[in-house]
């Protein structure tokens, strides 16, 4: 099993699918902004990716900006939650056998203004010159992973719970007023693998991952499997 997960961890997002499936398979790709990096450039505009992490099998919740027409900006939000059954979509015309696990999405514009809010928050939270955090970072566990596209350089940090960085960060208030999925946030809280999956018994652990930022200050692109 943790050959197969490692494997998967190569595979690359190439942007524009919501399909469960293929977003599981390319998440790690996903998370560490290979898209956004490899497009980065002077002309390609501001970018940003924001993803929550709030313990991964009980939500996950991503926000993409990117330009939009007339100096505009989309956000488009992602939020997926624990997997419940009875969304199970058994209309024999038009089944959707994979619609517990897609997740709710959200799509907004915002102007310039906003945008330059966002950036301030960003700069506040020390976003483009602080080293990441150090050490493996738990799927379990509460943190953001924001990557951007700035100026044709292209940035990425984390925050993890309860360090005073997460704390103090404005980010995620500006974000959750552009959110419209109705689904609340979910807080941090410590957590402990017997409390997330009520076993010690590590072969019952399951989407248990590591992310880590390498040397270069971005994300790796292998995980750790407990």
């Known amino acids: 099993m943790g050959a197969i997960l490692i494997l998967l961890s190569a595979c690359a997002y190439k942007g524009g699918s919501d399909h469960p499936v293929i977003r599981k398979f390319t998440w790690f790709s996903y998370v560490a902004g290979d898209d956004i990096r490899q497009a980065c450039s002077h002309t390609s505009g501001e970018r940003y990716r924001f993803v929550y992490n709030a313990v991964y099998n009980e939500q996950v919740r991503t926000y993409d900006i990117t330009p939009a027409d007339d100096g505009r900006y989309q956000v488009k939000i992602h939020v997926t939650s624990e997997v419940e059954l009875t969304w199970l979509d058994?209309?024999?015309?038009?089944?959707?056998?994979?619609?517990?696990?897609?997740?709710?999405?959200?799509?907004?514009?915002?102007?310039?203004?906003?945008?330059?809010?966002?950036k301030r928050t960003l700069q506040n939270a020390r976003f483009f010159e602080s080293r990441p955090p150090a050490g493996n970072i738990s799927s379990i566990s509460f943190y953001w992973v924001i990557s951007a596209c700035v100026d044709g350089i292209f940035s990425q940090n984390g925050y993890v719970w309860p360090a005073e960085n997460f704390e103090k960060a404005q980010f995620g208030k500006l974000l959750s007023a552009w959110d419209f999925t109705d689904i609340p946030v979910n807080s941090p809280r410590k957590m402990t693998k017997f409390s997330i999956y009520g076993t010690n018994d590590e072969t019952q652990y399951r989407n248990l991952f590591n992310l880590q930022f390498g040397s270069d200050g971005f994300i790796r692109h292998y995980i750790f499997i407990d």
């Open 90 to 118: 058994l209309d024999l015309n038009n089944p959707d056998l994979l619609k517990p696990w897609r997740p709710k999405i959200s799509v907004t514009n915002i102007g310039a203004a906003d945008m330059k809010i966002l």
